[in-house]
């Protein structure tokens, strides 16, 4: 049980404007925007694809405004296959988060297992035409793409507690067993099956946040998610004893943040905040 008590703040709003939080009081960001018009989650959410690069430079924009310097950002995303066009997704969010400032550190190659249930398996054409230009790959993977407002200040650790540290320490046996080291990270999906809390929200497993919250964050800090959805990042920076920063455009996904965040059962109503905001959507 970690000592440090968390506060864990949900908007129901949209953030390209998160006005609720001060300047440079974030020290990490994990999120996954919306998949662009994506088939099974998200069809037709955006008029273009201008209008979804128009969302992310605004988010971006006042990412950098809300995030503390030196920290990091990372934005789990793919480029994405609509009505057979593939759109630039990772390049473009790339070059958004560069312009608004931020430093591309890192890719982390996310794959999914094998077996993954909910992909189209495009693969098959070769097996029905087993000649030249019939190939069209299986996507098991995402991207999970790392940036940095400038430089970290080392010296930084001289002003924390041993306590801290010692609740900061990052678990060096899963590190090395599981490959935390490597720029490819095999985490098993959540899987579309049955009912669950996740359903039509495309949300991702919670060891994407609870690696990068212990590599990127030290205990009693505070992590965002701009596109928060089920609630996953906020969970586990909660699970973590990290304090939390969620917007989310849907007000209708109140109920199942609340379960995430075990609200519902008292385990911690004290220090989870909602507030809506009266906002247009995306
Ligand atoms: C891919 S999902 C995030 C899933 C989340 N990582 C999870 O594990 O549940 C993206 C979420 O962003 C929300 N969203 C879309 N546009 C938004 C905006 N402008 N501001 C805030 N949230 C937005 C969607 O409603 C959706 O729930």
Redesign the pocket.
Known sequence: MLPMSTTHRIVF????SMKEIPDESIQLMV?????YNAPFDYPNMFKDYDEFLG?IRD?SQELYRVMAPGRIGCIVADDMLVKGERYPVIADVTRLMLDSGFRYRDRIVWVKPKGYVRISRRSGVVMQHPYPMYFYPDNIQESILIFQKGRFDYSYLQKLTSTVLEESKIPLLDYNTEGWYMTVWNITNVLPLGKRL?KG????PEEIPRRLIRLFSYAGETVL?????????SKVAMDLGRSSWG????PG?RQRIETKLGVDQGASPENVEFQTREDER?
């Open positions: 709003g949209n953030c390209r999120t996954s925007p919306p998949y969302l988010f996740e929200i495309a949300a991702f998610d701009p596109f928060l959805g089920s609630g996953t990042t917007y989310e455009i849907d996904l995306t």
